[in-house]
């Protein structure tokens, strides 16, 4: 099978595990096959334990995609990796709910719950659901005609 034209792109997604990247391609691409890996890079190379992963979508049927095949994966590579990363992997199954996979919008509000006081928010604050954000921007924009 001939090599993707992008091949370059996605090895640069699992290999600069230093800094922090955007990756943004269409529908069916392999976006999420490219994020798991850069993901497993990150915890077996020791670079970011599992609790301090973050990974952000833009939906939630993407985040919940993207978790359940991270921890699938995960699981895989902890039965067939060599024993010196084999605990790495298990202690990361252990803590898999600590890790953020979500939309933007939640880790926003995670983020704004954390640090509320700075942030210059109400603690008791709330996330809109479907439905309310569509009554107020009809009442916005009714004020606004």
Known sequence: MPEP???????HIERALD???????????????AMVRRM???????????ERLAAVTFTRKAAAELRD????????????????ERSTLRES???LDLCFVGTIHSFCAK??????V?????????????????VLRDEAWRAYV
Do not use: Y
């Open 111 to 116: 983020l704004l719950r954390e640090r509320p």
């Open 118 to 134: 700075e942030a210059q928010v109400d603690v008791g604050f709330r996330e809109l659901d479907e439905q309310e954000d569509l």
């Open 19 to 33: 800094r922090c990247l955007l990756v943004e391609a269409s529908a069916g691409t392999g976006k999420t096959h």
């Open 69 to 84: 095949r991270f921890q699938l994966e995960l699981q895989a590579q902890a039965r067939s990796a060599p024993e010196a």
């Open 40 to 50: 497993l890079a990150l915890v077996r190379s020791g670079t970011c334990p599992v």
């Open 93 to 95: 199954l252990d803590n």
């Open 5 to 11: 034209p992008d091949s370059a792109q996605r090895e």
